[in-house]
């Protein structure tokens, strides 16, 4: 048995594959309670479903791209199971974490979106940087940046942890927080090569609190 918050079917969001239909499978609880979390509701929410219910619910929304998210996926035992079946059915699976928890547990198939947390979050010292052994290129890191000292810190760490060629990266303002076109400035001033990534769902459903 899985706690899920809700299962739904919209457009991606952020980090790289921003814009495209997906099917979300949004579960409950979370190890962190960080600032700028846009899901708290997340935290406590849900309901039991078992994982052939998941599996049935996501077949009926008819998308071929599913993200398992949360709160923080890993949470839960029963996750890795749940996206190994996903990665059986022939869905594109991806799944989206915090990077505080161990990642190898996730099926190879599947697309790993870690999104390690800053100063601003409150948590940047919760990070698993063990996790960095066990990325690959068709995984992602995402950064999420509330001001000039995350950026600092996020350029720091992709250096140290040799993240550039290793997989995707993202850097991300927080909504409302960071401008946007300053953050470009600044990744042009350092010539780095990382994705700027905006958080696609504010703009078009700027009063949603939440997904569903």
């Given amino acids: ?37 846009d899901t708290k509701y997340a935290w406590e929410d849900g309901r039991e479903i078992s994982l052939d219910d998941v599996l049935a619910k996501v077949g009926d929304l008819g998308c071929r791209r599913v993200e398992v998210t949360g709160g923080e996926p890993l949470f839960q035992p029963q996750t890795p199971a749940l996206i190994r079946r996903l990665c059986d059915a022939g869905y594109e699976t991806l799944v989206e974490t915090n990077g505080t928890l161990d990642i190898s547990v996730v099926d190879r198939r599947a697309s790993r979106i870690v999104d390690v947390k800053c100063p601003s979050s409150g948590s940047a010292d919760r990070t698993l940087w063990d996790n960095v052994a066990h990325l690959s290129r068709r995984d992602e890191v995402k950064f ?3 001001d000039r000292a995350d950026y600092e810190f996020a350029r720091a760490a992709v250096a140290e942890h040799g993240l550039l060629g290793k997989c995707r990266l993202i850097f991300s303002p927080v909504h409302g927080r960071l401008d946007p076109a300053t953050l470009a400035e600044w990744i042009l001033a350092d010539a780095l090569d990382v994705r700027l990534g905006l958080q696609l769902h504010k703009i078009l ?7 569903t």
């Avoid at 459903?205 to 997904?211: E, G, I, L």
């Fill in 144 to 146: 999420v940046l509330a």
């Fill in 205 to 211: 459903w700027p009063h949603r609190d939440r997904a």
């Fill in 1 to 37: 048995m899985l706690i899920v918050t809700e299962i739904f079917r919209s457009l991606q969001g952020e980090a790289s594959r921003a814009g495209l239909p997906c099917t979300f499978v949004r579960l409950s609880g979370c190890n962190l309670r960080c600032q700028w979390c």
